[in-house]
């Protein structure tokens, strides 16, 4: 049985991959840091599994990977270790340019000794997807969605962080023939998400009585996408992607972020009601620094190529989160302790 090597499967979305393939019966190698949002807990049942390993690893360190890479003996390699949170990158850049670009520099590089020592007929069937974000592209104005040839412009400290990392990924395809596949997604939601983010920070912030905040007017608009369509994904380019080639995955639901925590917020007067809306702690605080305005996703390169569409609608994909969020509530409380009490970040006082 081939071994599937996993960066940043303690990770939100990493998580999801793992939990997957582990449900698939593949044997699964976890390689994470641990930094403040990759928790243990996220992976479920999958974590003692015997299909499963973990291997508390930073993707920056060389001489660690290449020894989880002489130990497990992986078929492929699916890069998903990242800083992920824009706000963050405003205030502290420097390590989102350490994980996102030099993490993902060695972990290229570290595939690429392995590869090259590999027999032939092993060689010709590895792979690594490295997975990235559609903020690559910059904004959007009111019209148009971005494709897997649109010209890159990012316009925060992550979005600039992970655009080098696919800059790097492209390169190591072309100048070295490393078979490297890349993937680009709209804005995920789900389970096991750090609560930092839009929704589930919504979530937290309601139950809890305190204001949920909105960024400016609310106005901007995201493509949101269900985490476990966007594991299909990155499975199916895995399986049927071609080395060198990009493939964009969105869900196709564009709303604003005004809109989404209304919606959020009817469903939590639906499945835990107070006695009065939800959305009269919606508030609107100063707007982040460089707010991209738009994005969404063009998907019909994966659908026709890899033959994946979503299966989740924002209606039931966001019911199933809100729903997940109210059951697990010792989950966020244990993974924030100490890490995250709700403070807004992101406004501009980098470090």
């Not at 096991?192 to 919504?202: G, H, S, V």
């Amino acid at each position: 049985m081939s071994t599937l090597l996993v960066t940043g499967g303690a990770g939100f979305i990493g998580s999801a991959v793992v939990r997957r393939l582990v449900d698939e019966g593949r044997r699964v190698v976890t390689v994470d840091k641990l930094t403040y949002a990759g928790s243990l807990a996220a992976l479920g049942d999958a974590l003692h599994h015997p299909l499963h390993r973990f291997e508390q690893v930073d993707v920056c360190d060389a001489e660690a990977l290449r020894a989880v890479f002489a130990r497990t003996s992986p078929a492929a390699v699916l890069h998903l270790a990242a800083e992920s949170h824009v706000d963050r990158s405003i205030d502290a850049p420097a390590a989102f340019v350490r994980t996102n670009v030099l993490g993902t520099f060695t972990v290229l590089q570290e595939s690429l000794r392995y590869w090259r020592a590999l027999p032939p007929e092993s060689a010709a069937g590895f792979r690594v997807v490295h997975v990235s974000t559609d903020e690559v592209y910059g904004e959007l104005g009111a019209d148009g969605r971005f494709t897997e040839d649109s010209p890159y412009r990012p316009n925060s400290p992550y979005a600039a962080s992970k655009a080098a990392g696919d800059h790097f990924a492209r390169a190591w395809h072309r100048t070295y023939g490393l078979p490297v596949i890349t993937t680009n997604c709209s804005n995920n939601y789900g389970p096991y998400q750090f609560p930092e983010k839009l929704i589930p920070l919504a979530i937290r912030s309601a139950l809890a009585g305190r204001p949920v905040p909105v960024y400016g007017r609310g106005s901007n608009v995201r493509d949101w996408l269900y985490v476990d369509d966007h594991v299909r994904g990155l499975l199916l380019a895995l399986e049927r992607g071609e080395p060198g080639a990009t493939y964009a995955f969105g869900g196709g639901e564009e709303r604003t972020t005004l809109q989404m925590v209304h919606a959020v917020c009817a469903l939590l007067d639906e499945l835990a009601p107070r006695g009065r809306p939800y959305a009269e702690l919606v508030t609107h605080v100063p707007d982040r620094p460089g707010h991209d305005f738009r994005y969404a996703i063009d998907a019909r390169r994966a659908s026709d190529a890899l033959r994946w569409a979503p299966a989740e609608t924002l209606e039931s994909g966001l019911r199933r989160t809100v729903a997940w969020y109210l059951e697990h509530e010792e989950w966020c409380e244990r993974v924030t302790a100490g890490r995250y009490a709700g403070e807004r970040v992101g406004l501009g006082a980098t470090t």
